[in-house]
């Protein structure tokens, strides 16, 4: 277990150092329990007034004491009770009515923090020297005025009082309008300090006690007072009283001459007071505040049953030495610190820590919710005192004889019971099941009965004992009347239509990510968690929303729920991988662009001579190569070094050509194959340079989803036993790519789909990576962000689903493993000893980013971007997928039985051969057995017949009909007599079929039966030699 993070600025932070407020700025609230978080805290208005408070001893660096006059408790029901608490205690300190020296029965100064005081005389308790002639020369209001009164009336003829502990006092900061609503005069210089608790003898946290009070029957974060749930004092006190929590637990006071206001403070989920994450308190600074009396005892029940034992409340920009005796500022807006062992014993556990206000506090805000007499508010806002009281179990019987009703539907009685007891809408039984989990398993479709749960509190989503709600029981009918009462969204599965209406807020319909994002987490019921999953989802696959034929359609969003397993997965309480690396779904307008681009290729090849199906032009530059391996694809390593050596002939051969040159193409003479190239074997070139690329991890650094560059630190590569500089390799890679896609090759594209996106932005100036100092192309917000690991999951998906839980997911506890490094890489000067934690991890994750997609290889990635636009001009790319070109170059790897379909739908009749007998029985008979044995075979098959027909296992992406030349299938027959047909002397039924892949053609001999076809056709189609006939 690693240790708590420092504070910002300390040199293990590795932060610049500067002013006290870039210590505190970019802290951000942590909302977790106690001792993982603290608060949120507001602030409550006190009945104290000028002359309540006499300070007796006070330092500017020390803090001191002040004195409370037993009289205030007269003014209060509460505070007389806590005054009769406080005798029992014997916590009062006692003065004789005639003046001298000072006794007490148990001293509340003389703690084990608190530092000896000088004895008060009856001439220095009627001095009126201010607090602030001793904040100012920066001393001791010592025991020659040890007894100033704040407004200048002393405490003189009083029998018993209360001294307690503050903190050094320090300037009002606050903003002009916070300070009116506070009731300080802003033009003028205030003070505050926190006045801590009564010391009451044997406290929780004292050191004679050692024994913490027992954990709080409410739990540790509820929403009432800070006193009323954690406090020590009894329960015969009103502990919701704003005067008695700022005595019980602590408070604020704001003084000049005199008090100006004393503040409570209470639990509340929107309090100005927000704390930051932990952080690590040093033992050394422990060691000077105790000498300084600052830490005193906990009183909070809910702070002691965690374990701590001592608190100090940490003044703004408290000056504190660094390891190396420098004075650094800590906590710019102040803090509490919290010790989790005795005062004179060591942290061993380390567990000591502070929270830092993280913002300038809005304190006004609890004052404008509260600006009426604390009675009229209390009034409003909480329930009324039980005028009598009711006999033991009285309740619970009531609860259950109601639920009895409600099961025998005596539901008039159900209704008179529910109105004399409203609050049963919302309680449980033993079993926790309430009076809504009955309704729902009835179908008791009453509206007005509903309603009457809903507003006096029964929850929707409420669970029994075995985990079961209302929802869950209910008929389809109850639900959507519930649905309706409890204003939540219809079933999306149920009522599909109504769910969009309800989530389609502007009545555009289209919904927006927002609205989207919203509209599935409701769906699934997600935690927090899922929800950001969801919202991430949605940022990724629906950035510009959805419409409601998109949702419903047959295809639609709605379809793709129903048999998604990441969505099951997410309804079963899983948060599945957001990035799986595979394509997503082509979207139609998508493909309109593709084949768009496929046009203005095939204008651009016919500017410069070439046709499809129909030899290289003449201007073709002539291309040697060496044969590829005869062993075909049965010996991998035997076809990778044949097919490295291709590679080191043509780019050798072609390096240095120009684009033009590219563009006017390549006539490729394979050494010992005779026959001209009209395109079958530049089809099969272009598949043995692919494999010699990205068949290994030689050239290229394996991925996930594919292959990448090698970082720039690689400055060589090895290519036919000769080093080549990887910049050049990876520039002819580009020009290699652009070419494949210019001749309509269709290649097995291992690349990462990332070079594709950046090779599309690449094609915009405005997106353009000139700089690896350049500013980042994502926004600073969450959609950004999701886009972000959107691009890194096309590089390495894995790499951007742990990211997005280290962002979303992962505790304090376990970021505190990882640091601001990259494969060894440092991601910020310091970063190897810079630890992540939940304030940072937001910038841990940019980086990281940002250092995988643009720095490890931005050299390598350039300069393929260069080698392809040299072929290719950038305008060809705009408007199209940022995947588009891998897609065309891909095409599609699966071949079902409705592209087959599709495929036979084009052959037959149009392409069958011989033309003038292509309707004669015998053809189409053989014809119907051809492709039924195709669909009879797996998808290795399909895929090893496509290469053997076309040059290529995969079909382009527009489709079947988009291939040139048009598959041919030509039945080696010619006529006999005036209606029937025979076979060519030179093809008996005995030879095997050949594939002619320049001209997409598959030659079959006239076979005389389905077994005798099907066995030709697959012993040709598994033994074929590289993309080359078996004869």
């Excluded at 005069?185 to 926190?194: S, T």
């Excluded at 390891?323 to 567990?351: I, M």
């Excluded at 969204?489 to 989207?516: H, I």
């Excluded at 700089?771 to 999951?793: N, Q």
Aim: include cysteine; charged fraction near 25%.
């Amino acid at each position: 277990k690693k240790a708590l993070p420092p504070w910002p600025g300390s040199p293990g932070s590795r932060q610049a150092s500067g002013s006290p407020r870039s210590c505190g700025d970019d802290l951000v609230p942590c909302l977790e329990p106690f001792p993982e978080g603290l608060g949120p805290l507001t602030v409550r208005s006190t009945r104290l007034r000028a002359g309540d408070i006499t300070v007796l001893h006070l330092d500017a660096c020390a803090g001191g004491i002040v004195r409370l006059d037993r009289r205030l408790f007269c003014r209060s029901k509460a505070l007389r009770a806590l005054e009769a608490r406080l005798e029992r205690r014997d916590a009062w300190t006692r003065r004789p009515s005639g003046g001298g020296s000072t006794s007490s029965t148990a001293p509340a100064a003389s703690t084990a923090s608190a530092p000896p005081l000088s004895p008060s005389s009856s001439s220095s308790l009627s001095s009126a020297v201010g607090i602030d002639g001793a904040i100012a020369g920066n001393g001791v209001a010592s025991t020659a005025a040890a007894a100033g009164s704040i407004e200048g009336s002393s405490a003189v003829g009083s029998a018993c009082y209360l001294d307690l502990r503050i903190s050094p006092p320090h300037v009002v900061n606050l903003p002009v309008h916070v300070c009116e609503a506070l009731g300080l005069p802003p033009e003028e210089e205030v003070h505050f300090a926190w006045v801590c608790p009564v010391p009451f003898e044997g406290g929780q946290g004292g050191e004679t006690s050692g024994q913490s009070s027992p954990v709080s029957k409410h739990g540790a974060d509820s929403e009432a007072d800070l006193a009323s749930d954690s406090t020590a004092v009894g329960d015969e006190v009103d502990q919701e009283d704003p005067d008695v929590s700022f005595l019980t637990v602590g408070g604020y006071i704001y003084f000049r001459l005199d008090l100006l206001s004393a503040r409570a403070i209470r639990f509340s989920p929107s309090g100005a007071l927000q704390f930051s994450s932990p952080r690590r308190w040093e033992p050394r600074w422990t060691k000077r505040l105790v000498q300084q009396g600052r830490f005193q005892p906990i009183t909070a029940r809910k702070w002691v049953s965690a374990g701590a034992r001592y608190l100090c409340w940490v003044r703004p920009d408290e000056p504190l030495p660094d390891v190396c005796g420098r004075t650094k500022h800590l906590a710019h807006h102040g803090g509490f610190a919290f010790l989790f062992h005795g005062l004179e014993e060591p942290d061993t556990d380390q567990r000591d820590r502070y929270f830092a206000i993280v913002a300038e506090p809005d304190l006004a805000r609890g004052e404008r919710a509260s600006s009426v007499a604390p009675d009229i508010v209390r009034c409003t806002t909480s329930l009324p005192f039980n005028l009598m009281e009711t006999p033991r179990g009285h309740s619970t019987a009531q609860l259950e004889k109601l639920l009895e009703l409600a099961r025998r539907e005596r539901w008039a009685l159900v209704r008179h019971l529910l109105a004399e007891y409203p609050h049963f809408a919302a309680e449980k039984d033993a079993k926790g099941i309430t009076l809504l989990h009955i309704c729902a398993e009835r179908n008791i479709m009453d509206a007005e009965l509903l309603t009457s749960l809903k507003d006096h509190g029964s929850e929707w989503e409420s669970t029994d004992d075995l985990g079961r709600t209302p929802e869950s029981l209910a008929s389809r009918s109850f639900r959507a009347l519930a649905r309706t009462i409890w204003g939540l969204s219809p079933d999306l599965f149920e009522d599909p239509e109504g769910w969009f209406r309800f989530w389609d807020r502007n009545a555009n319909g289209v919904l927006e990510p927002e609205e989207l994002g919203h509209a599935l987490a409701s769906a699934y019921h997600c935690d927090d968690v899922a929800v950001q999953w969801v919202k991430s989802y949605v940022n990724v696959n629906h950035r510009s929303g959805v419409d409601q034929a998109n949702v419903l359609g047959p295809r639609g969003l709605l379809h793709m729920l129903q048999t998604s397993e990441e969505f099951a997965g997410l309804r079963q309480k899983r948060k599945p991988p957001l990035f799986l690396g595979r394509d997503g779904p082509l979207r139609e307008s998508d493909h309109v662009c593709l084949l768009h681009l496929e046009d203005q290729l095939e204008r651009l090849r016919g500017e410069y001579g070439w046709q499809a199906g129909k030899p290289a032009p003449r201007q073709a530059l002539p291309l040697p190569l060496p044969a590829p391996s005869p062993e075909g694809s049965a010996d991998p390593e035997e076809r990778m070094r044949t097919a490295r050596g291709i590679l080191g002939f043509t780019f050798e051969q072609t390096r240095g050509l120009s684009g033009h040159a590219w563009r006017g193409g390549f006539r490729i003479d394979f050494a010992g194959q005779q026959g001209l190239d009209d395109g079958g074997l530049t089809k099969a070139w272009a598949a043995e340079i692919a494999f010699a690329l990205w068949g290994d991890n030689v050239l290229f650094d394996a991925r996930p989803p594919g292959v990448f560059f090698k970082p720039d630190d690689v400055e060589t590569l090895p290519l036919d036993g000769v080093q080549v500089p990887s910049v050049d390799i990876y520039s002819w890679t580009g020009r290699f790519v652009a070419y494949a896609l210019y001749q309509r090759c269709l290649v097995d594209c291992r690349l990462c789909a990332w070079a594709f996106r950046f090779l599309s932005r690449a094609g915009s100036p405005r997106h353009f990576f000139h700089s690896r100092c350049a500013t980042p192309e994502w926004d600073d917000s969450h959609e950004g962000e999701d886009s972000m690991l959107a691009d890194l999951a096309s590089l390495d998906h894995t790499v951007a689903n742990n990211l997005w839980r280290v962002r979303h997911e992962m505790s304090e506890e376990d970021l505190r493993w990882l640091d601001f490094t990259c494969a060894g890489v440092e991601l910020e000067p310091g970063g190897g000893d810079r630890q992540v934690t939940g304030a940072d991890k937001a910038v841990y994750v940019r980086l990281f980013c940002t250092f995988l997609l643009k720095q490890r290889c931005q050299t390598n990635l350039q300069a393929f971007v260069t080698g392809f636009f040299d072929v290719l001009p950038a305008r060809l790319l705009q408007g199209i997928p940022e995947e588009g070109v891998l897609r065309l170059l891909a095409g599609r790897a699966e071949v079902s039985d409705l592209q087959l379909s599709e495929l036979e739908a084009i052959v037959v009749p149009a392409g069958l051969v011989p033309t003038k007998l292509r309707d004669h029985p015998k053809l189409r008979e053989a014809t119907r057995w051809f492709f039924q044995s195709v669909r009879a075979g797996d998808h290795a098959f399909r895929t090893r017949l496509l290469e053997f027909w076309l040059g290529v296992g995969r079909l382009p992406l527009a489709g079947v009909a988009t291939l040139r030349p048009r598959p041919r299938l030509q039945i080696m027959v010619q006529a006999d007599g005036p209606r029937g047909v025979k076979r060519i002397a030179s093809w008996q039924e005995d030879r095997l079929p050949e594939g002619h892949t320049c001209g997409n053609e598959l030659w079959l001999a006239l076979p005389e039966s389905y077994a005798q076809l099907h066995a030709k056709l697959h012993l040709a189609v598994e033994n074929f030699e590289a993309g080359f006939a078996l004869r």
